[in-house]
């Protein structure tokens, strides 16, 4: 977005470097890549769309803040996934922007969602380096926030989530983790905080604990590096069989607790009132229906990855919608292809994403995720065939 620097890294870019930077993502012994495109650039953001990133963050958490806000978000949690024992806060909160432009041509945040719910903390950093290593990245501009470097900042993320156990003690748990998209971001997890991945089906429950085998060893589980979406254990349970009841109570940590993931969610978004925020409301509680709905998007509140949201609304898609408590209408985003590439202009997304030590008053804004597109929406079903598209990183200017 920097027109300068931007220009630079395009004349200079080849498609050699890009494939050796492909190759330093690979981890777990050299064997696995990601299993998602990477973008063959990252973002640059110069100060002003930073600052303006940094203040619609702060608005979002000062939000999730407000003393009424587990009240409000009570009936986010469906009652079949309510899980005992729910602490005060996510460990982890990330908040998705898109990159616009204001009604002056500057470029402005606008709010998409939200998730108290970790992301690829791990790979992003293995990401930010491996651009480092392969383009030109300036010395003024930095994909780390409140002054991390990657030394600490992994020392960062074992504070949070592995504390004071011992890291063979704490697992980071999924369902069928090596089947996801996501998985090398698992294994550099690893590699960085010693701990181990650990699937649904593995665990194993007696009574009240849970243990896991770690080279053959039976091994207590004290703490829980939450990566499940628990309606993956219906969706796959075929595929994973008995599996331990994660839904009483059990002497284990949760890092996040998984009632987080929907309390701060696409459920948070009618809470927040910001310049950086699109107006939202609850379908079930909007006053009258605006009459440019061409402007808004309707989403499902409790579906994944894009899956149910309606970008182009008519009141007829409205009418049909027998749950409008479980429905969201959006003021549209409009995002600005502001990021110029070889071969056309692509949008972006910008993912802050944040750290909440026990004890903090607020979220820690540590480092960033980002994404590129040439489709209406953001995402790998809107980007068949394209290249300077995918997933990447911000470095945004000192």
Same mark, same amino acid.
């Given at each position: 977005?920097?027109?300068?620097?931007?220009?630079?890294?395009?004349?200079?870019?080849?498609?050699?470097?890009?494939?050796?930077?492909?190759?330093?993502?690979?981890?777990?012994?050299?064997?696995?890549?990601?299993?998602?495109?990477?973008?063959?650039?990252?973002?640059?953001?110069?100060?002003?769309?930073?600052?303006?990133?940094?203040?619609?963050?702060?608005?979002?958490?000062?939000?999730?803040?407000?003393?009424?806000?587990?009240?409000?978000?009570?009936?986010?949690?469906?009652?079949?996934?309510?899980?005992?024992?729910?602490?005060?806060?996510?460990?982890?909160?990330?908040?998705?922007?898109?990159?616009?432009?204001?009604?002056?041509?500057?470029?402005?945040?606008?709010?998409?969602?939200?998730?108290?719910?970790?992301?690829?903390?791990?790979?992003?950093?293995?990401?930010?380096?491996?651009?480092?290593?392969?383009?030109?990245?300036?010395?003024?501009?930095?994909?780390?926030?409140?002054?991390?470097?990657?030394?600490?900042?992994?020392?960062?993320?074992?504070?949070?989530?592995?504390?004071?156990?011992?890291?063979?003690?704490?697992?980071?748990?999924?369902?069928?983790?090596?089947?996801?998209?996501?998985?090398?971001?698992?294994?550099?997890?690893?590699?960085?905080?010693?701990?181990?991945?650990?699937?649904?089906?593995?665990? *194993?429950? =007696?009574?009240?604990?849970? #243990?896991?085998?770690? %080279? @053959?060893?039976?091994? !207590?589980?004290?703490?829980?590096?939450?990566?499940?979406?628990?309606?993956?254990?219906?969706?796959?349970?075929?595929?994973?069989?008995?599996?331990?009841?994660?839904?009483?109570?059990?002497?284990?940590?949760?890092?996040?607790?998984?009632?987080?993931?929907?309390?701060?969610?696409?459920?948070?978004?009618?809470?927040?009132?910001?310049?950086?925020?699109?107006?939202?409301?609850?379908?079930?509680?909007?006053?009258?229906?605006?009459?440019?709905?061409?402007?808004?998007?309707?989403?499902?509140?409790?579906?994944?990855?894009?899956?149910?949201?309606?970008?182009?609304?008519?009141?007829?898609?409205?009418?049909?919608?027998?749950?409008?408590?479980?429905?969201?209408?959006?003021?549209?985003?409009?995002?600005?292809?502001?990021?110029?590439?070889?071969?056309?202009?692509? *949008?972006? =997304?910008?993912?802050?994403? #944040?750290?909440?030590? %026990? @004890?903090?008053?607020? !979220?820690?804004?540590?480092?960033?995720?980002?994404?590129?597109?040439?489709?209406?929406?953001?995402?790998?079903?809107?980007?068949?065939?394209?290249?300077?598209?995918?997933?990447?990183?911000?470095?945004?200017?000192?």
């Amino acid at each position: 977005m920097d027109p300068a620097i931007r220009k630079k890294y395009n004349q200079a870019f080849s498609d050699s470097k890009y494939q050796l930077f492909l190759q330093q993502l690979v981890v777990k012994k050299g064997t696995v890549a990601p299993s998602f495109r990477v973008a063959e650039t990252p973002v640059f953001v110069p100060t002003g769309l930073r600052d303006k990133l940094v203040q619609a963050g702060e608005e979002v958490i000062d939000a999730i803040l407000q003393p009424k806000f587990k009240s409000l978000t009570d009936k986010s949690i469906p009652k079949h996934l309510a899980v005992h024992g729910e602490n005060n806060h996510a460990h982890f909160l990330i908040v998705d922007f898109g990159i616009c432009l204001d009604e002056q041509g500057e470029l402005t945040p606008k709010l998409i969602e939200l998730q108290g719910f970790p992301s690829m903390f791990a790979f992003q950093e293995l990401m930010a380096l491996a651009y480092r290593n392969q383009f030109e990245i300036p010395a003024n501009y930095d994909n780390f926030f409140n002054g991390f470097t990657s030394d600490t900042y992994f020392d960062f993320l074992k504070e949070i989530i592995i504390g004071k156990h011992d890291p063979k003690e704490v697992v980071l748990l999924e369902v069928l983790p090596h089947q996801q998209k996501t998985r090398v971001d698992f294994y550099y997890t690893e590699e960085k905080l010693g701990i181990n991945t650990v699937c649904v089906s593995e665990l *194993i429950q =007696e009574g009240k604990k849970l #243990y896991y085998l770690s %080279d @053959g060893v039976k091994t !207590p589980i004290k703490r829980i590096y939450n990566r499940v979406i628990f309606e993956d254990l219906d969706t796959h349970k075929e595929q994973l069989g008995p599996v331990a009841n994660l839904f009483h109570e059990m002497d284990v940590e949760w890092i996040p607790h998984p009632n987080w993931f929907y309390r701060i969610s696409k459920y948070t978004l009618p809470l927040i009132h910001s310049e950086y925020a699109p107006k939202t409301w609850f379908l079930h509680e909007l006053p009258v229906l605006p009459k440019d709905l061409d402007q808004y998007v309707l989403k499902p509140l409790f579906s994944f990855a894009g899956q149910g949201v309606k970008i182009d609304v008519t009141q007829e898609d409205i009418e049909k919608i027998k749950d409008p408590q479980h429905w969201i209408l959006q003021q549209k985003v409009h995002y600005a292809p502001v990021i110029e590439t070889p071969n056309g202009n692509a *949008i972006c =997304e910008i993912r802050l994403m #944040y750290g909440w030590p %026990d @004890g903090a008053a607020r !979220p820690v804004l540590m480092h960033n995720l980002a994404r590129l597109s040439k489709g209406k929406m953001i995402g790998v079903g809107f980007n068949s065939g394209q290249t300077w598209v995918g997933g990447s990183c911000a470095f945004f200017e000192k």
